[in-house]
C-alpha cells in the first residue's frame, strides 16, 4: 500500500511556471513506477507524464512535450512535475499515481494508486 499527496498547484498566468510535488508514504517508494494524470472539467482523465522506477526512462504526452518535465527523488520518497510555459488549456486537476509495472504508461490501469490530486489553473 502507497499514500500519495499532492501539492504545489495554484493559479499562474499563461507563460508562467509551476512546480508539483508528490510525496508517498507506505511501501517503499522506489519499488514503484510514477505517472502524472490531468483531468479538466467534463473531459477524461489524461496522460501527462511517466517515469521508470529508477527515474532513468520517462514518458510525456505530446501535448507537454518540450514544456513538462518529470522527475523524482526517492531518497525523498517524492515526484515531481515542473511545468512551464503554462497555457490556459493546461489547467485541471493534476493527479499523481503509482504503480509496479509501466506496461502501459499512458493507461490509468496500469497505476494502483492515486492521489487526491491539485488544482492548477492558467489564466488568459
Known amino acids: 500500500q502507497v499514500q500519495l499527496v499532492e501539492s504545489g498547484g495554484g493559479l499562474v498566468q499563461a507563460g508562467g511556471s509551476l512546480r508539483l510535488s508528490c510525496a508517498a508514504s507506505?511501501?517503499?517508494?522506489?519499488?514503484?513506477?510514477m505517472a502524472w494524470f490531468r483531468q479538466a472539467p467534463g473531459k477524461e482523465r489524461e496522460f501527462v507524464g511517466a517515469?521508470?522506477?529508477?527515474?532513468?526512462?520517462?514518458y510525456s504526452a505530446d501535448s507537454v512535450k518540450g514544456r513538462f518535465t518529470i522527475s523524482r527523488d526517492n531518497a525523498k520518497n517524492t515526484v515531481y512535475l515542473q511545468m512551464n510555459s503554462l497555457k490556459p488549456e493546461d489547467t485541471a486537476v493534476y493527479f499523481c499515481?503509482?504503480?509496479?509495472?509501466?506496461?502501459?504508461?499512458?493507461?490509468?490501469?496500469?497505476?494502483?494508486?492515486w492521489g487526491q490530486g491539485t488544482q492548477v489553473t492558467v489564466s488568459s
Open positions: 517515469i521508470s522506477r529508477s527515474g532513468i526512462t520517462t
Open positions: 507506505g511501501r517503499a517508494f522506489s519499488t514503484y513506477a
Open positions: 499515481a503509482a504503480g509496479l509495472r509501466l506496461s502501459n504508461p499512458n493507461m490509468p490501469y496500469t497505476y494502483n494508486y
